[in-house]
């Protein structure tokens, strides 16, 4: 199921390339550029064992350190419970190189991941400067068309990455030390199921950490995206 979920999400980030490419859009963000890697979104059930998935295929013990830093950033998220604090304090996404500033499990990275495109200076990403600087294209409808598929699959939740990876990795057939190991790092946290259904997550998507786009020409640009998503509900 994951993987054709991957194969879907890849669909959509080629078609979504080749239509910046025909209305000569460029994005601006590149690779060593790691602003948005210290946002914290919300990933679906099937996103986080797609990306768990991959952290176990981490060389020598690189997954036990993903682990150990998804209970980190998801204590932190307990005590503080916003997004916007998460930025702000510059707390790096567990699947983070943050030496190479580079993303871990790069093809398995979610729809949030794959569809923030900022067109301004990635400077202007960081915590340290005003996000309302920040020019995005919007290619929400894309997302929703990708959570649509998700929604259809059994066990459907959305909850902070860290939280939902996590916990996934406790699913995947880990035996005997590991399995202990990656339970033990579950102690005294919501299961990514309790935190969906609960007030925090109504909370946490209250607050506004997105980019406002500020080109009409490009929030026109996003009205293309509805026939590629009916097709994206058929794959």
């Not at 993303?103 to 960081?126: E, T």
């Not at 790092?185 to 299961?191: A, F, G, I, P």
């Amino acid at each position: 199921m994951t993987k054709r979920m991957l194969e879907v999400y890849a669909t959509a980030e080629k078609e979504a390339y080749e239509w910046l490419k025909k209305s000569n859009i460029t994005p601006s963000c590149k690779r060593g550029c790691d602003h948005c890697c210290h946002m914290m979104t919300a990933i679906t059930h099937l996103e986080a064992k797609a990306l768990a998935k991959a952290v176990l295929k981490l060389p020598g013990e690189g997954w036990k350190e993903v682990a150990t830093r998804c209970r980190t950033l998801s204590l932190w998220l307990v005590e503080h419970n916003s997004r916007d604090e998460y930025f702000a304090t510059k707390q790096a996404c567990p699947v983070l190189d943050s030496e190479k500033r580079e993303c871990l499990v790069y093809g398995s990275r979610p729809a949030a991941c794959r569809f923030y495109m900022v067109v301004s200076d990635p400077d202007l990403c960081s915590p340290d400067r005003p996000k309302e600087f920040v020019k995005a294209i919007d290619l929400s409808r894309v997302e929703v068309s990708l959570l649509d598929y998700s929604m259809r699959r059994p066990g459907f939740y959305m909850a902070p990455l860290p939280l939902a990876v996590l916990f996934a990795l406790t699913k995947l057939g880990l035996t005997g030390a590991n399995q202990k190991y990656i339970e033990a790092l579950t102690e005294d946290l919501s299961s990514p199921e309790e935190w969906f259904n609960n007030s925090s997550y109504r909370q946490w998507t209250k607050e506004d950490s997105g980019t406002e786009l500020q080109n009409a020409h490009l929030r026109a640009a996003v009205e293309m995206w509805g026939p590629i998503g009916e097709t994206l509900r058929d794959l």
